[in-house]
């Protein structure tokens, strides 16, 4: 990753893996994370919560976000935030990659 006021391209820092999501830890601090995703058509994180809200990002492709078994259709450019506390699944429709950033604070 590029620091120190360097131009980087998230859609660089991580790969698509067949049959696999693949993750990339950007930033972990006691106050939050931002982690890069890559998920193969087909591929998700079954329904968990987190205690913190979630923010979203689709970098590249086309996902399933189920919140509270509500179903949501993103596209690359497109974001949400998934509420703290709330069941949330995540399916590729297509490949797809994501942006996650959580704030512990």
Known sequence: MNIGGEVGSLNNLVDYQDSSVVSKEIIKKDTGTVTLFAFDKGQGLSEHTAP???????????????????????????TMIMPANKPHSLKAIE????????IKA
């Open 52 to 78: 913190f809200d979630a923010f979203v990002y689709i970098l590249d492709g086309e996902a399933e976000i189920s919140i509270a078994g509500k179903q949501h259709s993103l596209k690359a450019g497109e």
């Open 95 to 102: 490949r797809f990659k994501m942006l996650l950033v959580m």
